[in-house]
Every structure is written in structure tokens, then in C-alpha cells.
């Protein structure tokens, strides 16, 4: 368990580094990531979305032991955002543009897997 918990924290941290400066410059509108997104065919309105989304996802994966539920949710958003951004550089910039989604998606992968060693899924009936 002791293990578990140190390659979950670890992955927390550094995909909080990673999401939390993307939210960060995308908000800031750092001229290197607006200009790459706004080539991939984003609107700007979708940029500021972004980055508040993955500051709040940020803030929600740092709280130890709280908000299960909505983790799931940013552990699906974070998935959904890696996805769309290796299939938006593959199709536009092209493969090697793409190797940042995959080393992401590796580690949120790990990350997860971790996170339900920790937290299972507990199965009830609900009777309506």
C-alpha cells in the first residue's frame, strides 16, 4: 500500500505540474501555447475554458482523501483533453508533435490505476 501511495502522489504531482502551468499559460495567453493551439484550430474562447478547467482539475487531485467522485470526473476530463490533443497534432503538426500526449497519457494511465488500488470502487444497490 505504502508503494501505491508514493507512485500515486508522484504521478498527482507531476501531472498537477503538467495541467497546472497548461491552465496557467493558457490563461496568461503565453504566446508558444496559444499560438500551437490556435494552429490546431481552437477558438479562443476554448483556450480560457481550458485553463480553467485544469487549474479547478488541479485544485480537486491535490485534496487528500476528499472528493472521490469528482477526481473521477477530472481523471476523465484529463484523458479526454490527451486524446484530443494527440488526435488534433497528429492530424495538424503531425506525429512527433505528439510525443507530449503520449508520455501524458502514460503516466495519467499509471496515475489512475494507482488511484483505484486506493480507492475502489464500492458497489451498492440502489432501490428506487
Known sequence: MKTTKIIYWSGVIFMSLWFGASGYF?????????????QLGYPSHFIYLLGVFKLSGVAVLLLPNKLIRLKEWVFAGMFFDIIFAFFSKISVIGFPATVDALVAFSVLTMVYIQFRKLYPIKYTTFSL
Request: hydrophobic share 40%.
Open 26 to 38: 493558457e490563461l496568461t495567453r503565453n504566446p508558444i501555447v496559444w499560438g500551437i493551439t490556435q
